[in-house]
């Protein structure tokens, strides 16, 4: 982290150079471009850097409220399905060659499985910045690996590198509080290690395949099949076979709702509705009206047919999809409507705070949800005229 927050600062400098002005003796602004792609590449890496870091104290706080492996289980059972999603939305297609699936399958075991027991069993046991300190230690434990491995050549100064970083890590354990006692907390740090010396593993499982697939796709298969997302879903996630080539995929069973109420921006009666503007056909609201068998879709205004069909590339959910269509001006209060209204932060803020409370919930639905006629009446005792006008922006 401080050769990142380092390189920030040098490129901080170079761009205030940038700036200066030229004269006979220096020119400054040739290179304008590339210092400040050089400023934002390092921004980026001390933002990743922090996110990584703070993981160790996260993930502490969180066995502390929850069973040790069923926080692994839910963290990357959730990423697996979520990184499935975004797979098919890039991608188009979500399978792989069944010869590569006992290689994903090992780089799942030691990348997922293994490492992430070592890991929240290791934070049981010792603290977040001996963890920390140990985890910083991969790409070092990666690079030994590969070289034995005769993934790549490393050179004299790369091994010097190696065990200066090994041997810094360690003084710095050693000399903690907690390894003074050599009880719970050199189990945790064993178990620390252990975790890098499995996620360093499954690196160099998944790097041959990297050359027949994106990223995306080797780690969504990782993570589902290092959390048994597959094994313990068969009924979801099937093994089929290519009717053309008779390669293997694994297929996952389409998200269906019963029935889905959307809102919209405008529609016309007979429930063609249209974006303000031209989107991404993957917008999630899109997605999810693809998958309902019965859609309810509310709009903030039904305009006539002939005005929806001036610009056809902007309806977004076909008439066929659409069992009611009903007007409903303000109808995401309080979240926002694109080119309406902005969210109304007040409310959801008051709403957050009555969600941690079952008694104040309670009394939230009593006012804001049962206790109301219709849409108009929820408005009027949720958000005074005035504020609504605030929130508008047209």
């Known amino acids: ?52 870091g703070v993981n160790y104290s996260v993930v502490k706080f969180a066995i502390g409220q929850f069973e040790p492996l069923a926080l692994p289980v839910f963290r990357f059972g959730a990423a697996g399905l979520g990184l499935l999603v975004i797979l098919r939305l890039r991608e188009g297609s979500t399978g792989v060659r069944s010869a590569d699936l006992a290689r994903l399958a090992a780089a799942g075991f030691f990348g997922v499985t293994l490492t992430q027991v070592t890991f929240v069993y290791g ?17 070092i434990v990666t690079a030994v690996l590969a070289t034995l491995v005769a993934l790549e050549r490393s050179g ?26 050599l009880g719970s907390g ?18 160099i499982l998944i790097v041959p395949l990297l050359t ?43 998200a269906t709702s019963d029935f889905t109420v959307l809102h919209g921006y405008v529609g016309d009666e007979f429930g063609n509705v249209q974006w303000p503007v031209q989107r991404d056909s993957d917008d999630i609201d899109f997605i999810q009206a693809k998958a309902a068998k019965r859609l309810i879709v509310t709009v903030e205004r039904i305009v006539p047919h002939a005005e ?34 902005d969210e109304d932060e007040e409310h959801m803020l008051y709403y957050q705070e009555c969600a941690k409370d079952p008694a104040r919930f309670k009394e939230y639905a009593a006012t804001y949800i049962y206790g109301v006629t219709d849409h108009w009446d929820y408005l009027q005792k949720a958000v005074t005229v005035k504020r609504l006008s605030q929130l508008s922006v047209r």
């Open 123 to 139: 934070l049981v046991f010792a603290t977040a910045t001996d963890m920390a300190l140990l985890g910083a230690t991969a790409p």
């Open 1 to 52: 982290m401080f050769t990142d927050a380092a390189s920030l600062a040098l490129a901080w400098v170079a761009l205030r150079f940038a700036r200066l002005p030229s004269d006979r003796r220096r020119t400054y602004g040739y290179q304008r471009l590339q210092v400040l792609a050089a400023f934002v590449n390092s921004l980026i890496l001390l933002a990743a850097v922090a996110l990584w």
């Open 308 to 341: 929806i069909a001036r610009q056809p590339t902007l309806t977004y959910v076909p008439h066929q999809w659409v069992e009611a269509i009903v007007e409903v001006p303000y109808g995401a209060h309080p979240g926002s409507c694109d080119g309406y209204y």
């Open 212 to 254: 027949r697939y994106s990223v995306y796709r080797v780690l969504t298969y990782e993570v589902l099949l290092g959390t048994g997302m597959a094994t313990h879903n068969p009924e979801q996630v099937r093994e089929i076979t290519c009717p053309f080539t008779g390669e293997k995929y694994h297929a996952v069973q389409a």
């Open 156 to 181: 004299r100064r790369h091994w010097i590198a190696a065990v200066f970083g090994f041997v810094g890590v360690v003084l710095i354990i050693v000399g903690s509080p907690v390894a003074l006692r």
């Open 186 to 203: 050199l189990l945790g740090d064993s178990l620390a290690f252990a975790s890098v010396l499995t996620s360093s593993f499954s690196a």
